[in-house]
């Protein structure tokens, strides 16, 4: 089979941009699909970070120090960009402008102003496919769920929780970073960073909070600063967001929890939907199962617990019988990006595409709300009109 390559450019080259790396080389994983990431081009301040894929990824051709000489590289048709929330504003903007296509890391901007300021891009240039990393939807339990959703057959929903949990920072003694400080991170907190990933599915559904109460907490105060002695955590370590959604003729509340000091939770991500004909619910502490509760009227009430088999959005040469894995999500998702580079929306091999600029645009309306929430300790009001 002949395949499309996308020769890529990596902006930003931590823990998330090799990943990307090894996705491309588990390419051969995938079954069925005629198109090929390849990473041509790799740019980090910090050399150490390019020399790792010098001497990882045999496709590397040239290493920048400077992302704008990344953009100017004519073989460079894509890039993946994953720097820290205040820089997302100027490099995904001249990414866009330079007529490639991007698949950035969240929230896709610091705070609303500058997310509107790279939609604005965005609008500008038609011709780029602009997309957000959003891996655990990917799941075969997630898409399951979404399956189930879009056969309708929750019926009347009564209520929707949803969350991302991890305890990386439970360690007072790990040593801040750029996520603890409002001036890198922003004002979001936990929420910038991992809320995406919670509202990805209920966004797709078109379950639009129309108001917020916010519960924002700060856990640790401060950590070591790496010269011996401590700064200040300016940011939030966690937030339960209590909301209300009205759509459809129907109206339900729906709480979305994000949290970097959950005791207990590794990296969990979870979505449970209950609804008067069908209820379900997927978490990736238990990947390979997924609950179900069919319910009709005067009947029994039992949870089904069933193994999700390693069905996912694009064939692979796993055997249905083996675990559906953190890696192969990123897999997943890499393939439904590079998958509408090369055949556009309509023409992809299967549906369920990457979360959107506008889906980003919705968590920034959602967590400013919160933001108000917090201060005013009230309800806040979800803004939902025209983007600026």
């Given at each position: 089979?002949?395949?499309?390559?996308?020769?890529?450019g990596v902006?930003g080259?931590?823990?998330?941009?090799?990943?990307?790396?090894?996705?491309?080389?588990?390419?051969?994983?995938?079954?069925g699909?005629d198109f090929?990431?390849?990473?041509?081009?790799?740019?980090?301040?910090?050399?150490?970070?390019?020399?790792?894929?010098?001497?990882?990824?045999?496709?590397?051709?040239?290493?920048?120090?400077?992302?704008?000489e990344?953009?100017?590289d004519?073989d460079?048709?894509a890039?993946y960009?994953?720097?820290?929330?205040?820089?997302?504003?100027?490099?995904?903007?001249?990414?866009?402008?330079a007529?490639k296509?991007?698949l950035g890391?969240?929230?896709?901007?610091?705070?609303?102003?500058?997310?509107?300021?790279?939609l604005?891009?965005?609008?500008e240039?038609?011709?780029?496919?602009?997309?957000?990393?959003?891996?655990?939807?990917?799941?075969?339990g997630?898409?399951?769920?979404?399956?189930?959703?879009?056969?309708g057959?929750?019926?009347?929903?009564?209520?929707?929780e949803?969350?991302?949990?991890?305890?990386?920072?439970l360690?007072?003694t790990?040593?801040?970073?750029?996520?603890?400080r409002?001036?890198?991170?922003g004002?979001?907190?936990?929420?910038?960073?991992?809320?995406?990933h919670?509202?990805h599915l209920?966004?797709?559904?078109?379950?639009k909070?129309?108001?917020?109460r916010?519960?924002?907490t700060?856990?640790?105060?401060e950590?070591?600063?790496?010269q011996?002695?401590t700064?200040?955590?300016?940011t939030?370590?966690?937030?339960i967001l209590?909301c209300?959604?009205?759509?459809d003729?129907q109206?339900?509340?729906m709480i979305?929890?994000?949290?970097?000091i959950a005791?207990?939770?590794?990296n969990?991500w979870?979505?449970?939907i209950?609804?008067t004909?069908?209820s379900?619910e997927?978490?990736?502490?238990?990947?390979?199962?997924?609950a179900?509760l069919p319910?009709?009227?005067?009947?029994?009430q039992?949870?089904h617990?069933?193994?999700?088999?390693?069905?996912?959005?694009y064939?692979?040469?796993?055997?249905?019988?083996?675990?559906?894995?953190?890696?192969?999500?990123?897999?997943?998702?890499?393939?439904?990006?590079?998958?509408?580079?090369?055949h556009?929306?309509?023409?992809?091999?299967q549906?369920?595409?990457?979360?959107?600029?506008e889906?980003a645009?919705g968590s920034?309306r959602l967590?400013?709300a919160a933001?108000?929430?917090h201060?005013?300790?009230?309800?806040?009001?979800?803004?939902w009109?025209a983007?600026?």
């Amino acid at each position: 089979m002949d395949k499309r390559i996308i020769r890529f450019g990596v902006i930003g080259c931590g823990l998330m941009g090799k990943e990307f790396a090894s996705a491309a080389a588990r390419w051969c994983h995938l079954t069925g699909v005629d198109f090929e990431p390849r990473i041509v081009a790799v740019c980090d301040a910090n050399p150490a970070a390019t020399r790792w894929f010098e001497e990882n990824v045999p496709s590397v051709r040239r290493a920048y120090a400077d992302y704008r000489e990344l953009l100017a590289d004519p073989d460079v048709e894509a890039v993946y960009c994953a720097v820290p929330h205040n820089l997302h504003e100027r490099i995904y903007i001249d990414i866009i402008q330079a007529g490639k296509h991007l698949l950035g890391e969240k929230p896709f901007g610091i705070d609303r102003e500058a997310n509107e300021a790279i939609l604005k891009a965005i609008r500008e240039n038609p011709g780029v496919v602009v997309r957000s990393s959003s891996e655990f939807p990917f799941f075969p339990g997630a898409q399951q769920i979404v399956k189930w959703v879009e056969e309708g057959r929750f019926g009347r929903i009564i209520e929707v929780e949803a969350g991302f949990w991890h305890s990386s920072d439970l360690d007072p003694t790990k040593p801040i970073n750029w996520k603890r400080r409002i001036a890198t991170n922003g004002e979001y907190g936990c929420m910038g960073d991992l809320g995406l990933h919670v509202l990805h599915l209920p966004l797709r559904f078109g379950w639009k909070p129309s108001t917020v109460r916010a519960l924002l907490t700060k856990i640790i105060e401060e950590r070591p600063d790496g010269q011996g002695g401590t700064a200040p955590c300016e940011t939030w370590d966690n937030a339960i967001l209590a909301c209300d959604v009205s759509t459809d003729g129907q109206q339900f509340p729906m709480i979305l929890s994000t949290k970097r000091i959950a005791p207990g939770h590794a990296n969990t991500w979870f979505i449970r939907i209950q609804g008067t004909k069908w209820s379900a619910e997927f978490t990736t502490k238990n990947p390979k199962q997924v609950a179900s509760l069919p319910y009709e009227a005067g009947g029994p009430q039992a949870w089904h617990v069933a193994d999700a088999p390693y069905r996912s959005a694009y064939g692979t040469i796993t055997g249905p019988i083996f675990e559906f894995g953190f890696s192969d999500s990123i897999l997943q998702m890499w393939a439904a990006f590079c998958d509408e580079i090369a055949h556009g929306t309509e023409g992809m091999s299967q549906p369920f595409r990457c979360a959107t600029p506008e889906e980003a645009a919705g968590s920034h309306r959602l967590f400013t709300a919160a933001l108000e929430s917090h201060r005013t300790g009230g309800t806040a009001a979800v803004d939902w009109g025209a983007p600026a």
